[in-house]
């Protein structure tokens, strides 16, 4: 007799990594397929060179992806491995991604090419430009698209993928349903976004389709002090301190308004709506917005603009000047002007340039003084991260003032609480949090899984079993 069953891999108590796997009968979805995002404990820190041709091998012995049957190509297992390879798998798979974040994608170029591994076809448009600029995962596979409300098949399971909003294009969660029930997963998603009409939108899609189950996520749950009793309370308003997405601009205009420098900013560039308001910061401060040349090709690419220069680096002029540059970089400079530090230095107060910390060496070649320097929720995102320090004392070797100016991708405690209640579960299954417990059902069952459990679909409830 065919059941369903829910198991859990990775991202019950991390920001990211999540691995939940679905089953009816002999068919199964996963989602997502993401790498933990851990800088202060990450083995490949960098400098331990990786083995291209045995990385499924390394990161399943370290950990790094979870030991599943039937996803991994045989030739890729481990010397011994008990691990049923893909080939010899007796059923359907696919993998379904939520979003193009590493924390949800970075694993999934491991997937047996014979699997097929679906996204929204606006994550599927902006992958192809990630992969142009080098930004594609490890392995060698397709991608498959889907729509929003659309549903499709994998065996009996039927899959809805259902819009919702966070920084970064082609965002969504997946209403899966079986004969035995169905779940909801939330993926990452806010109301302080962009689009917040499309969090709302995702509950009365999915409450009209029907649920047993929520698997939402809990990122901002993340703090090991207790919260505010206010901050635990459903509240969907928005805070008037916070700074939302569209804000962002306004408050760069602001503090960049009177300054008599150059204005830096440092994003993360598959943000698209960021750089989106970048370029409206540009409009707003009269001055002309210099992009590196990977982000230049997003911003060509998804947003249809001509509204700014690339940024002539020195390794971008080395690499013209030995005939290296790629196609779709020889393609950019042809359409698009670039400018030099030579050139910006001339009049640094007229340019809002972009430098990523990986570049952060070419801030030497500019004339930083009385700038600005913009940390929007760019490359080193915290001080957990050993990079972050090594950031600050570059900034403080130039005298170049930083400041935070940034949003978010995941929505409030008060928020996802708004979010759950609406939604109104029998199960809630918080993960993607330090502290998942911390949100709670309005009057159903607050489940926290355990790796090396599986949970049965039942009469709309989950029953634990041992795998």
């Not at 805070?239 to 993360?268: C, R, S, W």
Request: aromatic share 8%; net charge negative; proline share 5%.
């Amino acid at each position: 007799m065919n059941k369903t069953t829910l198991t859990f891999y990775g991202g019950l108590r991390s920001i990211g990594g999540t691995i939940v796997s679905l089953q009816y009968g002999s068919d199964r979805v996963i989602f997502d397929f993401g790498l933990v995002y851990s800088p202060q404990t990450n083995i490949l820190d960098g400098q331990i060179q990786v083995r291209e041709s045995a990385m499924i091998r390394d990161y399943l012995t370290l950990g790094l992806i979870p030991k599943i049957d039937g996803i991994y190509h045989e030739t890729s297992l481990p010397i011994g491995s008990s691990l049923i390879p893909a080939n010899q798998y007796q059923g359907k798979t696919a993998v379904l991604i939520s979003h193009l974040h590493l924390d949800h994608i970075g694993g999934m170029g491991f997937i047996d090419p014979s699997i097929p591994v679906f996204m929204s076809k606006n994550s599927h448009d902006l992958y192809q430009t990630l992969e142009m600029i080098g930004e594609g995962v490890n392995g060698d596979r397709t991608y498959e698209s889907c729509e929003y409300d659309k549903p499709f098949f994998v065996g009996k399971i039927k899959i809805t993928p259902l819009q919702v909003d966070h920084d970064i294009p082609g965002a969504c969660g997946f209403h899966i349903e079986t004969p035995d029930g169905s779940v909801v997963y939330t993926g990452d998603l806010r109301l302080h976004g962009t689009h917040p009409e499309r969090v709302e939108s995702f509950i009365t899609k999915a409450k009209t389709l029907g649920f047993d189950v929520v698997i939402i996520e809990g990122t901002t749950l993340s703090s090991e002090e207790e919260l505010p009793e206010e901050l635990l309370v459903a509240n969907k308003d928005i805070p008037a301190e916070l700074i939302t997405e569209p804000k962002v601009p306004k408050v760069m205009t602001e503090l960049l308004h009177d300054k008599q420098g150059i204005g830096i900013f440092n994003i993360y560039h598959r943000n698209i709506d960021r750089i989106a308001g970048v370029l409206q910061a540009g409009q707003l401060l009269n001055r002309k917005v210099v992009f590196e040349i990977g982000t230049a090709q997003l911003a060509a690419n998804l947003l249809n603009t001509t509204s700014f220069y690339i940024y002539e680096s020195e390794s971008l002029r080395l690499l013209r000047e030995n005939n290296q540059l790629q196609d779709w970089q020889i393609n950019l400079l042809d359409t698009y002007p670039s400018l030099s530090a030579q050139v910006i230095n001339k009049s640094p107060h007229e340019y809002l340039l972009q430098n990523s910390y990986d570049h952060a060496l070419e801030l030497f070649d500019l004339n930083t003084e009385k700038g600005l320097y913009f940390h929007s929720d760019g490359v080193p995102l915290g001080d957990y991260d050993p990079a972050f320090h090594n950031l600050k004392r570059i900034l403080d070797y130039l005298g170049l003032a930083k400041v935070a100016v940034g949003t978010g991708g995941h929505a409030l405690p008060q928020h996802l609480q708004y979010i759950v209640e609406e939604l109104d579960p029998n199960v809630l299954i918080p993960l993607h949090s330090f502290h998942p417990e911390r949100l709670t059902p309005k009057r159903g069952i607050q489940l926290l899984p355990q790796y090396g459990k599986t949970y049965m679909l039942k009469n709309g409830a989950l029953v634990e079993q041992d795998i």
